[in-house]
């Protein structure tokens, strides 16, 4: 069985397109926006970053991100109900980055089960 993520790989016309917003950045609600404006201007993949205190992988920008997005309130679970809420308007498939620290805390099978209520099309996990 192709999935959706494999299916655009396999028929690609051109180089793919991925891109990313850390949720909750500036605000919860435009982060929502600014997944819709990449999905509808033709990214084939979004990947939508759980916010961390501490992103060691990632450069001063995504990090400020990310602490802008902590200081808004975003937790793991706004960041799930917002991949669900996206996906019940848009075919662009979504994915969930985090840092191992998070599905750790939570629980693996329940991480993995908050990413497949959501509809998430997959998870990074670093």
């Not at 790989?9 to 397109?17: A, D, G, H, Q």
């Given at each position: 069985m192709?999935?959706?993520i494999t299916a655009?790989?396999?028929?690609?016309?051109?180089?793919?397109?991925m891109t990313h917003v850390?949720?909750?950045y500036p605000d919860p609600a435009t982060s929502r926006t600014i997944v819709e404006t990449m999905a509808g201007s033709g990214a084939d993949l979004v990947e939508i970053q759980i916010p961390f205190s501490?992103?060691?992988a990632?450069?001063?920008?995504?990090?400020?991100a990310n602490q802008i997005a902590l200081d808004n309130g975003t937790r793991p679970r706004d960041c799930f109900a917002m991949v669900r809420d996206l996906r019940a308007r848009l075919s662009t498939p979504l994915l969930i980055m985090t840092y191992a620290n998070i599905p750790f805390q939570m629980g693996l099978e329940r991480f993995a089960a908050a990413c497949a209520d959501a509809g998430a099309f997959g998870a990074w996990v670093f």
């Open positions: 192709t999935n959706e655009r790989f396999r028929n690609r016309e051109r180089p793919l397109l850390v949720a909750g501490d992103p060691l990632d450069g001063p920008t995504i990090t400020a």
